[in-house]
């Protein structure tokens, strides 16, 4: 299933400016998930091994240690922006997420990232994370099952007339700070067969 623009609607602002409020969802096309798992952290974190799996309905994003393996996840998500013109005002974006389960308490962080159609060589290990500018974080205290959590200030990612993209991981991966136990996420993801409220999802306000 291709990606897709779920809602649009329209306003007027005070000056006359037609302001365009848009929401995206992804799917599998430019999205998922990659995970890694090794008995070394180090070796864990460089991505050595890594894979996309394939769990329909739902990924993992974190940074877990379970005797004597270390398995790390980060979700990849893609939106259609094509739509936006190549010569609009991006005013505002907002990235969601809807969690699935949880375990742990741990902060996550996102980045605009454009990596195409994802494969494992994609992997961000902790020296590229710590190159990219990150946009905003989501501590999992504050989660809560089946309800969207929100990043905000995620305007630098979206790509006017293509596709934004955006990379979530665990901050253990970039501050090399190994876990002690499980800390992970399980987000609805892009594959299910239809549109459903819980995908991740981009809200957009641009005018033209």
């Known amino acids: 299933m291709g990606l897709m623009l779920k809602h649009r609607h329209q306003s007027v602002g005070p000056s006359g400016v037609v302001v365009h409020n848009d929401t995206f969802y992804g799917s599998g096309l430019y999205s998922g998930g990659i995970a890694v ?5 180090a070796t864990a974190r460089s991505g050595s091994g890594a894979y996309v799996p394939l769990t329909p309905g739902f990924l993992e994003c974190g940074a877990s240690y379970y005797a004597p393996t270390y398995y790390l996840a980060e979700g990849f998500f893609g939106f259609d922006t094509s739509s936006i013109p190549g010569g609009a005002t991006i005013l505002a974006a907002t990235f969601s997420i809807c969690l699935r389960n949880k375990v742990g308490s741990f902060t996550l962080e996102l980045a605009a990232l454009l990596f195409g159609s994802l494969s494992a060589a994609d992997w961000q290990d902790t020296t590229e994370l710590s190159a990219l500018s990150i946009l905003g974080s989501l501590n999992t205290s504050g989660m ?14 979206v790509v006017k007339g293509g596709i934004s993209q955006y990379v979530l991981w665990p901050q253990r991966i970039r501050t090399a700070a190994a876990p002690a136990g499980g800390e992970y996420i399980e987000y609805w993801s892009d594959s299910e067969a239809d549109p459903s409220e819980y995908r991740p999802r981009l809200q957009v306000s641009w005018s033209a």
């Open 37 to 41: 798992s090794n008995n070394n952290w």
């Open 144 to 157: 809560t099952v089946n309800n969207y959590s929100d990043i905000s200030g995620v305007e630098s990612g």
